[in-house]
């Protein structure tokens, strides 16, 4: 017996199971949709102590009865999932200094998962788990570089082989990071769009699995967990969440899990949802600004621009032709939140700011949720009694060449005469005055 089953969210067809949604090639056998809800026999109830319980040395520990697996054996982790919800005073203070007097920020930790330190390391684990159970083999993703490294690390836990499609511009250490377990790399010429096309001729072409991208059962159920963990760790649920888009399960996860727990009265509002996009690869933000400014006109879900192989500072981020924006901006809308984008130039002088003044050395996503944030706060989007929680979906061990550009304050020397004595709070001056026109 199956515990959960699969529900077509366009027709309502059930599957019975993922081994039956494999056979189907992960789509309704029905109207072909790829986009099925997973739904538990679990009483929903019991969650609510599962949740403060906390007891399991993982997510898929944890929430084993509310996620697709039927036998606790086939659990493939490396303890993700149970990462800090933290207090960002430096952030806070700004709203502060904004104006408003009871507004707080949270950041979400997810650079500090176990696995490969972002927070795609909980959709991997899940879908190795589902994958094991169900007796699959071999597996291919097309990705723009974090997904990749996780399912690569992942899916070699489990033993099974994966093939990966990257797309021209990924990083190199995206490269090596699925490489060296042993996993195939596909660098296709061309852009994510272009990688994602051949890895589904190569799925089709061999009879493969292709993982079914931001709708995906397996890492809309894995995500969804977050909002148990904000609720066990935080006082009061966000009112804002902030994250960087490429192609958006984040809401679509939240939404899921606050759907399905909507009776247990643990959570009364959901959050408003601001997305951010890199400057350089932003075609969800431009299809938003467009509708925001004419009313929402009939149809404007389906309204966005394609970008061809857009190069951006921020690989991870370069969907150019945000199939999912439909979903996506639907759900942002709903929640009264917002997508805007923020200026690729300043990445830096950001991750600088933020390792400064906290110690957290964030990756370039999350540089763009950041100041996503900060513009955010300019444009009145953050108010007054606000709960934010700002996603820092992965550190800067994800991009040694970002890193590298972070250096900002060595001085070269000859002899003892080059040199002068050193006072750092000289340097907090120099990086918040960057960042000036945020705040004033
Ligand atoms: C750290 C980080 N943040 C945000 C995103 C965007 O996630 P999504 O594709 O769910 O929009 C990614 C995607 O790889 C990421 O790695
Ligand atoms: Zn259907």
């Known amino acids: 017996m199956s515990k959960y089953k699969l529900k077509c969210t366009k027709c309502n067809y059930v599957t019975p199971d993922y081994k039956t949604w494999f056979a189907n090639n992960q789509k309704c056998p029905e109207c072909g949709s790829n986009y099925s809800k997973v739904e538990y026999t679990e009483d929903v109830d019991e ?30 982790t490396e303890g993700e999932g149970l990462i800090p919800v933290e207090d960002c005073h430096t952030l806070t203070e700004l709203t502060k200094r904004a104006g408003l007097k009871n507004t707080e920020v949270f950041i979400y930790r997810n650079d500090k998962n176990p696995g490969t330190g972002t927070f795609k390391d909980v959709a991997a684990a899940m879908a190795a788990s589902v994958l094991k159970e169900n007796g699959i083999k071999e597996y291919c993703i097309a990705s723009t570089g974090n997904i990749a490294t996780a399912f690569a690390y992942y899916l070699a836990k489990a033993g099974i082989s994966l093939s990966v499609f990257i797309p021209q511009d990924a990083l190199m250490a995206n490269e090596a990071e699925v490489s060296v377990y042993g996993q195939r790399v596909y660098r296709v010429k061309g852009d994510y769009a272009k990688a994602k096309k051949i890895a ?30 904000w609720i066990r760790q935080m006082d009061t649920f966000p009112t804002v969440y902030i994250q960087a888009l490429s192609g958006g399960t984040g809401p679509i996860a939240i939404d899921k899990a606050l759907d399905d727990i909507k009776d247990l009265h643990l959570v009364e509002h959901y959050p408003r949802y601001i997305m951010v996009q890199p400057s350089n690869c932003d075609p969800m933000t431009q ?85 996503g944030f900060l513009k ?63 705040i004033n």
């Open 200 to 229: 589904a001729e190569y799925a089709a072409k061999y009879n493969i699995l292709m993982s079914g991208g931001n709708v995906d059962p397996a890492r809309v159920e894995a995500k969804k967990t977050m909002v148990f963990e």
């Open 376 to 438: 955010s706060l300019k444009q009145g989007l953050i108010k007054d009694n606000d709960i934010v929680l700002i996603n820092v979906g992965e550190g800067v061990r994800r991009a040694p060449d970002f890193k590298e550009k972070l250096i900002y304050t060595t001085v070269e020397v000859d002899s003892i005469d080059d040199c002068e004595i050193f006072d750092r709070t000289k340097i907090k001056e120099q990086l918040w005055s960057k960042f000036d026109k945020y």
């Open 47 to 76: 969650l609510k102590n599962i949740i403060y319980a906390k007891q399991g040395n993982s997510f898929l520990d944890i929430y084993f009865d509310y996620l697709p697996l039927n036998n606790r054996e086939n659990i493939v």
């Open 287 to 371: 299809g938003w600004e467009k509708a925001k400014a004419n009313g929402f006109p009939e149809g404007w879900e389906t309204d966005y621009p394609i970008l061809e192989s857009p190069i951006t500072a921020v690989p991870t981020l370069a969907t150019g032709n945000p199939a999912t924006y439909p979903i996506i901006a639907s759900l942002v809308k709903k929640s009264k939140g917002d997508i805007l984008n923020f200026d690729e130039a300043e990445i830096y002088d950001i991750a600088r700011l933020v390792a400064y003044e906290t110690g957290v050395r964030v990756g370039p996503a999350s540089t763009i949720a950041l100041g």
